[in-house]
């Protein structure tokens, strides 16, 4: 039954195509962060080599690009990224609170950044037109002019998992009961305490992005887009089409979805392992001991950690006799060549795939979550901000990992950490569980997100996915007009009820009154 499911959707990939012919697609992925672009890029490629003529705007270029894959570069300021990142290692114990005022100071500066590109600007300048925008949906609404200044649908696509500002955009219900807000760190199921943490923070959040982000997005696109027939909040309604979720069920938890948010967790992840670099590979099979892999992620730079941090470090990998390969950002670091390899560059995906390498220290992002899991990896994780510490208790609870607080980054924890994942095999069997459960699926999932880019192009935007949640307001959206009418509706009929019988006892008083009148008048 799996098989022939798997070649209905593969007929009808390839006859969806073929039925869309082919289409100008223009790709918006403005974060100056090379995990996000990667996964950008990855889906534009394959609409190009599909016959897609696409355009990837972005801070970052595909190298060896088909002919008909075209760049608009988005300046950005390094410099000032480089600083964000290592705030976030200063912050990395702050409250949820503050974390997501820095984030949102961070989005609107580089949603201008994109907008006010001289590049940018030369293409909105332009006379092309597209088909279709696939935009990385990351709090910069503003970006969502591109759909009214191209006159085209938008398929936006998530780096992380849904989060009530992607739920907004097509209607999608998000029960605060068992959906952790993402930033909080619950995993599932939450306790009373956690629940009601859930929904106060929830409610914060909302009106932080109504009354801090929403405004700078609106002022971002006024200036971007002057010409506008609609606003900015006319066209979180309506822009949408749909939404690729870089998630999956299996690497989470079940929540609802509309139809038209559709989950491809793993898309960028190789179902074919290509052959490691020479060194790399020696180094890995010349392990009688295995391999561990460390990476905090293309963003955070390690260098940054602090010296009391990486010296923790390196004194608990000196403990294990298993060799380390490290995703160092500089070549500061001078260490033992037949103990260590570091480079700023791997390839995580394929070191990962090795059946030598034995665990994964990370950052708990969920890219590498998710590729840790592919390939049955148990993982280390030290979360620094984001979704990293939510990824990481999810690992806890699902028995795959185990989380080492940054600040409480030392010898003895990281030790204590690498002593409980390498010398109890339950991790690695947890992980191989649900690395199965991964894999079972009827489609690869990049086949299922270019299934469902062509289907919006061949049904003219896909209008018809669209929840009619969008067109309601709070009260309408929660029935509280209706609960409210059936209310008054009660309360007039208990009043009424009250008035006759109160009339009608009152009557049998006075009958009765009148009764005794009568009968003491005969009496007498």
């Not at 005794?516 to 008048?521: L, T």
Request: proline share 5%; with cysteine.
């Amino acid at each position: 039954m799996i098989v022939l499911t798997y070649f209905v959707f593969a007929f009808w990939t390839i006859c969806g195509l073929n039925y869309a012919e082919t289409a100008r697609i223009l790709g918006v992925f403005p974060t100056p962060s090379k995990s996000h672009w990667l996964l950008g890029s990855a889906l534009m490629k394959e609409l190009a080599l599909d016959g897609h003529d696409v355009t990837d705007v972005s801070p970052f270029q595909l190298a060896e690009s088909p002919a008909n894959y075209h760049h608009v570069k988005v300046q950005t300021d390094h410099v000032f990224f480089d600083h964000v990142m290592e705030q976030f290692y200063k912050e990395a114990d702050s409250s949820a609170f503050s974390k997501i005022i820095n984030l949102y100071n961070v989005v609107n500066f580089f949603s201008n950044t994109t907008l006010t590109s001289p590049e940018v600007k030369e293409l909105l300048r332009s006379d092309q037109k597209f088909d279709l925008i696939i935009l990385e949906i990351f709090l910069d609404d503003a970006l969502l002019g591109f759909a009214e200044h191209f006159k085209c649908p938008v398929v936006g696509m998530t780096t992380h998992g849904t989060l009530e500002w992607i739920n907004t955009l097509v209607g999608n219900p998000q029960p605060l009961s068992y959906v952790p807000h993402v930033h909080i760190g619950f995993s599932n199921p939450m306790d009373f305490w956690q629940r009601l943490t859930n929904v106060l923070f929830t409610i914060l959040d909302n009106y932080l992005i109504t009354h801090h982000l929403y405004p700078a997005q609106e002022e971002i696109f006024r200036a971007a887009f002057p010409n506008a027939t609609r606003s900015l909040s006319e066209l979180r309604k309506d822009a949408v089409s749909l939404v690729l979720v870089n998630n999956h069920f299996s690497l989470s938890y079940p929540r609802p979805y509309v139809p038209n948010m559709i989950e491809i967790g793993g898309f960028h992840v190789k179902r074919k392992v290509n052959q490691l670099p020479e060194n790399i590979r020696r180094f890995i099979e010349n392990s009688s001991d295995g391999v561990i892999y460390f990476s905090m992620g293309s963003n955070l730079k390690p260098s940054l950690m602090g010296k009391e941090k990486l010296q923790a470090v390196l004194d608990s990998f000196a403990v294990v006799p298993h060799r380390i390969i490290w995703k160092y950002d500089n070549e500061s670091m001078h260490l033992d060549p037949s103990k260590y390899l570091i480079s700023k560059w791997l390839p995580q995906d394929d070191i990962l795939a090795h059946p030598n390498v034995k665990l994964f220290i990370t950052h708990g992002g969920l890219l590498s979550c998710t590729e840790s899991i592919h390939h049955g990896k148990p993982i280390i994780g030290i979360p620094i901000f984001a979704d990293q510490q939510m990824n990481m208790d999810q690992a806890e609870q699902a028995g795959w990992g185990v989380t080492v607080k940054f600040t409480k980054l030392n010898k003895e924890s990281l030790g204590a950490a690498l002593s409980e994942v390498l010398n109890n095999d339950k991790y690695t069997k947890r992980v191989q569980v649900i690395s199965k459960r991964l894999r079972d699926q009827p489609l690869p999932p990049m086949d299922m997100a270019k299934f469902w880019i062509n289907y919006v192009i061949r049904h003219d935007g896909a209008k018809h996915l669209k929840s009619p949640r969008q067109r309601f307001n709070f009260i309408q959206l929660n029935n509280i007009d209706v609960y409210v009418f059936i209310l008054v509706i009660l309360v007039i009929l208990m009043l009424l009820s009250f008035k006759i019988i109160r009339a009608v006892c009152s009557r049998i008083r006075k009958n009765e009154l009148t009764s005794k009148g009568a009968s003491k008048s005969k009496t007498n």
